[in-house]
């Protein structure tokens, strides 16, 4: 039999590139915790009803890409495709909501479409997102939008654009979806069969097709502006001028009506050319009635995902790996040493120092060369003489300086080791 592989769209996330996502998730975890939101996780499955009631099932995701299955309870059941909709159901569920005032949180984790799989687009793929409870004032739309510009501007990247749009309120969609089936209807011919079956459901999501054709048809499509009320239109300029305000460029981009039909007023997308075809690293918008249509009261919200699969794609290609050297490479040889050495090693890990204790127990030519190897600043020996004088032999690996120093200055001098290190990196 040969080796079971990983099943399609699915990918394994190797020791060699995880230091792109933890510095990903120190990254977000620090700025989004200055900001006050709060780490939250939900489980990764949920009862079909909460995607088809919150995410729309005239949407692609709940009509064509959601994992469902029924469990031996004959409870249906689908992997999340997305995060929104699980926070909300436990923002309800928990009460968080009985606080009052404005209540920010955050994920991370895994998602599901069943997609067909591509750079940057898997069926199982990860997201960090946030969602903010309790506001309706455009200043929460901005706030939202700055964080997530902070954390792609602090992880490095710089060639990104934002496209913004509003979908206005629900009086606002329907006035708007009329106007668009009133357009397309004499192109119906030339729609294909997705577009065709989105202008009976859901009209709006032809302005995000990616057929050449319908985009030429979208260009002289009817403008949502011009179909948003005296207080959809204002809430819009008001978030443009404090986007302004705060130096953020933006492309106002009237096609963008994102994916799910749980989104009012605000949408936004922040994009990047270097992805390719899925540009997008960052989408989300105002959600203002998706708490209410999941049975909690009327409480407005904005939230947005990034992609982390996109993201470290564009991570890889201005920065190498982060550093996972060690500060010190332990060798030994002898079973004396070797215990010694394994006590050493741990004591010093006590003390924050990042230590790789060789355990091959070859010889110390082998050892010394895993040592140059392995990036360590410098190289801790320990021998039979060491084990019976209670003594280790200090080299630093790039000058080949050798000094003797007793095992308890060692541990007891460990400072004094740690400024030695740094000056040396």
């Not at 050319?273 to 919200?301: H, M």
């Not at 201005?318 to 040889?333: A, C, E, G, M």
């Not at 006590?350 to 127990?361: F, I, N, R």
Request: hydrophobic letters at 35%; a negative charge; charged letters at 25%.
């Amino acid at each position: 039999m040969g080796i079971i592989q990983t099943v399609p769209g699915t990918r394994d996330i190797l020791p060699a590139e995880i230091e792109y996502w933890r510095y990903v998730e120190t990254v977000t975890t620090e700025i989004l915790g200055r900001a006050m939101y709060q780490e939250i996780r939900a489980p990764i499955f949920e009862q079909t009803s909460l995607f088809e009631r919150g995410i729309g099932e005239a949407t692609d995701v709940v009509g064509k890409e959601m994992y469902t299955f029924k469990d031996r309870g004959d409870r249906s059941l689908t992997l999340r495709p997305e995060g929104t909709a699980g926070v909300v159901r436990a923002f309800l569920q928990n009460n968080l909501y009985a606080v009052g005032g404005v209540q920010r949180l955050w994920y991370k984790g895994p998602m599901f479409r069943y997609e067909r799989p591509q750079a940057g687009r898997q069926r199982q793929f990860n997201q960090i997102g946030l969602e903010l409870f309790g506001s309706s004032d455009p200043r929460a739309d901005v706030e939202v939008i700055a964080l997530a510009i902070d954390i792609l501007k602090t992880l490095g990247l710089q060639s990104f654009k934002l496209n913004l749009n509003s979908v206005g309120n629900r009086n606002d969609r329907q006035s708007y979806r009329e106007a668009l089936v009133n357009y397309f209807l004499p192109y119906k011919d030339e729609l294909e069969l997705d577009s065709q079956d989105r202008l009976e459901r859901n009209p709006l999501r032809i302005l995000d097709s990616k057929n050449q054709r319908i985009k030429e048809i979208n260009q002289s499509a009817p403008n949502i502006i011009e179909y948003l009320g005296y207080e959809s239109q204002k809430h819009f300029d008001q978030v443009q001028q404090f986007l302004t305000d705060l130096n953020i460029n933006y492309l106002l981009n009237s096609c963008l009506v994102r994916g799910l039909d749980y989104y009012t007023h605000t949408v936004f997308e922040i994009q990047s050319e270097d992805l390719g075809a899925q540009s997008t690293v960052c989408g989300g918008g105002r959600y203002d009635d998706l708490v209410a249509e999941l049975g909690g009261p009327d409480i407005p919200a904005i939230g947005w995902a990034i992609g982390i699969e996109r993201l470290i794609i564009l991570l890889k290609q201005i920065q190498d790996t982060p550093n996972t050297s060690p500060d010190l490479y332990i060798v030994s040889k002898g079973k004396k040493a070797e215990s010694k050495a394994l006590v050493i090693a741990q004591k010093l890990r006590h003390e924050g120092l990042t230590v790789e204790l060789d355990l091959s127990g070859g010889a110390f030519g082998k050892q010394f060369k895993r040592a140059d190897r392995s990036g360590a600043i410098a190289c801790l020996v320990f021998g039979d003489t060491e084990a019976e004088t209670q003594t280790v032999q200090l080299k630093w690996l790039a000058s080949k300086e050798q000094n003797t120093l007793t095992q308890e200055e060692l541990i007891s001098q460990v400072g004094e080791l740690k400024e030695q290190l740094a000056r040396h990196i």
